[in-house]
């Protein structure tokens, strides 16, 4: 039983190096000086650090305003996608009504449907309505793509909360809405932390859409911001990486700050689906 233990250990360990590995090469390249950076050698530890890379990164033009963008179209489609997730969630889980499977095996044909065979059609059908360049366009699309993820897990953790709880408190005077409020609601707090935590992954993360929808570099996202360190010349990649790090921070500080709801809410919802 020890020796089991100790090599689900090992073989944890192991994939946890494997997907922190390319991380940590981004942090390392970041601090390297730009004559170390093209060595033919695999510098793990960086021998000298500087900073220069990251005050490169955050001196480019346009790096607030991509930040901003962002930061509101990500959070516009996840709140708006979380919003009516919950509202289909209650839907599926909580009412009988004909054609309920048939949606929600629709919405898991929606999750599996890949980004790039939604591009062409997103495109006309935004270039036909003239929101081209637009961020709320934007969002638009990000709400569509992350609602179906929304609704599908929410349902699982409304699944999750027994029916009897919310009909106990309507024999106690709540109504509908109240029993939702003052019962469900509260429950379903980590697995909102949860879902939305992932749905604004997507979102931040989202490359293609917001390179073919706008041309405005006003109206640029980070991730296409980032693209601007690859250029005739080459690619500088101490910048590159320093940015890099800097557009996963506020991913990573807000993943710190809800990590212990978002581990509850990813267990409960895996009771019920």
């Known amino acids: 039983m020890k020796t089991k233990k100790v090599s689900a250990n090992v073989v944890a360990l192991v994939v946890a190096l494997f997907f922190a590995f390319p991380t940590y090469w981004m942090v390392a390249t970041a601090l390297k000086p730009r004559k170390d950076l093209l060595s033919s050698g695999y510098d793990l530890v960086p021998f000298s650090v500087t900073g220069s890379n990251f005050a490169t990164a955050w001196a480019k033009p346009g790096f607030l305003t991509a930040l901003g963008n962002s930061l509101l179209v990500s959070l516009g489609a996840v709140l708006a996608a979380i919003v009516v997730g919950l509202l289909a969630a209650l839907a599926l889980s909580r009412m009988r009504f004909k054609g309920r499977k048939g949606f929600v095996m629709m919405m898991l044909v929606a999750q599996m449907a890949p980004f790039e065979a939604l591009l062409i059609p997103m495109f006309l059908m935004m270039r036909d309505l003239d929101l081209l360049d637009r961020l709320p366009a934007l969002a638009l699309i990000y ?23 919310e009909e106990a408190a309507m024999v106690d005077g709540c109504g509908r809405w109240g029993a939702f409020r003052r019962v469900t609601l509260p429950l379903l707090g980590p697995g909102l932390v949860a879902t939305s935590v992932f749905a604004f992954v997507t979102a931040w993360n989202e490359f293609l859409f917001a390179l073919s929808l706008i041309n405005d570099q006003a109206k640029q996202t980070l991730p296409v911001w980032l693209s601007g360190f690859q250029s005739a010349f080459g690619t500088d990649w101490g910048g590159a990486m320093a940015a890099s790090a800097l557009f996963t ?10 990590q212990r709801k978002m581990v509850t809410g990813v267990t409960a919802g895996a009771v019920k689906g």
């Open 143 to 165: 709400f569509a793509v992350t609602l179906p993820f929304c609704a599908w897990t929410l349902r699982g953790f409304v699944n999750g909360i027994p029916l009897e709880l």
């Open 249 to 258: 921070l506020p991913v990573l500080v807000f993943f710190l700050i809800v």
